[in-house]
């Protein structure tokens, strides 16, 4: 990347650092969600919960980014906070709270006890497997599949490999399947959820919560297709999920604006908020690592290429509170949840995370093709 962007990111850094220690200082053992007027504590509406390992997550990439000690022992503290949540069976999110965290901190230390944590928050999630239907049900209840599962599904695959449990990957495997067939369309956009009939297992008919139409293409809910399909091919190798993310991410590619960031839904007419900040930065982030995983080289550079490209839109003072001290999220613009009004046109957990998850990943990366 040329010199002017590595400033830029590296910049980006510093600020989500400043504002990542800002948090944990004045709201110590706080687990935001979305800011409101750029303030991360109000009463607020949570809908669900699912965004309690989005900070220390940020705190394990800012360890491994500087090695200091003040991130290391922030990391464990805000891992340790969510410990009990191994044996939450309510809600489909698991793997977004461990694996930034749990898997971080067990990759530094191997150490058994921490697996144990990754392995229990495995088998939790798979009890939400839904024999006829064969997929895991998001926390609406038994009919509900969720696009939003295939960033959760990885730990249930980090749990079979790990202890050799056939039913756990088997269980694994067919979410993903079922998830390709019904929730990816022929033209590479997606379904936000999927309803099907209990006891047949028959698939009923798209819908969405959080974007604009059932047979419409929810941003946010790309992003987690094309991360997630290709983190499920990196478990599987399987090359059906490797096509399926490409198909995810041109369809993402194809129906941008040219600078990189969609609006909450590219089917709604006039928009009130042209910018979800949140799913350009989960693109960004899954199509570096998709760019790893792809072997045709041209591929693999075009996906890096536009990964960069919207990291410098996101860069840009539009979507960071560089004037504006005041704003204590890190990423401008995101959008929770439009239709109740919550989090619009505000930071968000998630974006944040998966910004500087990118950010991070973008340097380094380029740092190791420099020999650095
Ligand atoms: N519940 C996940 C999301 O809002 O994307």
């Known amino acids: 990347m ?26 110590p053992d706080f687990f935001p969600m979305y800011t409101e007027d750029g303030k991360w504590e109000h009463g607020g509406e949570a809908w669900t919960n699912w965004c309690e390992g989005f900070l220390g997550g940020q705190l394990w990439l800012l360890y491994r980014h500087t090695g200091s000690s003040y991130w290391r022992e922030k990391a464990e503290h805000y891992s340790r906070l969510i410990e009990d949540r191994k044996n939450d069976d309510t809600v489909h999110d698991l793997g977004f709270l461990f694996l930034p965290t749990w898997r971080r901190w067990y990759e530094e230390t191997g150490d058994q006890e921490l697996q144990e944590v990754l392995i229990q928050a495995g088998r939790t999630l798979s009890t939400r497997f839904q024999e006829p239907g064969g997929y895991l049900c998001s926390f609406l209840g038994p009919k509900s599949l969720f696009i939003d599962i295939m960033m ?28 390709r067939r019904y929730l990816v369309r022929g033209d590479g956009s997606t379904v936000h959820e999927g309803i099907f009939d209990t006891d047949t297992g028959q698939f009923l008919r798209e819908s969405t919560r959080q974007g604009w ?23 599987t190798g399987q090359r059906r999920f490797l096509e399926t993310a490409r198909q995810c991410a041109d369809y993402y590619i194809e129906n941008t604006p040219p600078h990189g960031v969609p609006p909450n839904d590219w089917d709604e007419p006039e928009p009130d908020q042209p910018y979800e900040s949140s799913a350009a930065a989960i693109a960004a982030a899954g199509m570096l690592r998709l760019s790893r995983l792809v072997d045709n080289t041209a591929q693999s550079e075009g996906y890096r290429r536009y990964a960069l490209h919207v990291l410098n839109t996101l860069t840009e003072p539009e979507f960071l509170p560089t004037e504006t001290t005041e704003w204590e999220g890190v990423l401008k613009h995101g959008i929770y949840h439009q239709d109740k009004g919550l989090g619009v046109d505000e930071s968000t957990m998630w974006g944040d995370y998966f910004f500087l998850d990118a950010l991070i990943e973008a340097l380094h990366s380029d740092s190791e093709e420099n020999g650095e």
């Open 152 to 179: 959760n599904v990885p730990i249930i695959f980090y749990a079979a490999r790990e202890t050799g449990d056939e039913n756990l990957w088997n269980v694994a495997l067919q979410h993903s399947l079922t998830t």
């Open 213 to 235: 139409r059932g047979d419409s293409a929810w941003a946010r809910g790309q992003g987690w297709a094309l991360y997630g399909f290709g983190s499920v091919y990196s478990y």
């Open 2 to 27: 040329d010199s002017g962007l590595r400033s830029k990111l590296e910049e980006a850094v510093d600020i989500a650092a400043s504002r990542v220690k800002n948090l944990v200082e004045s709201y």
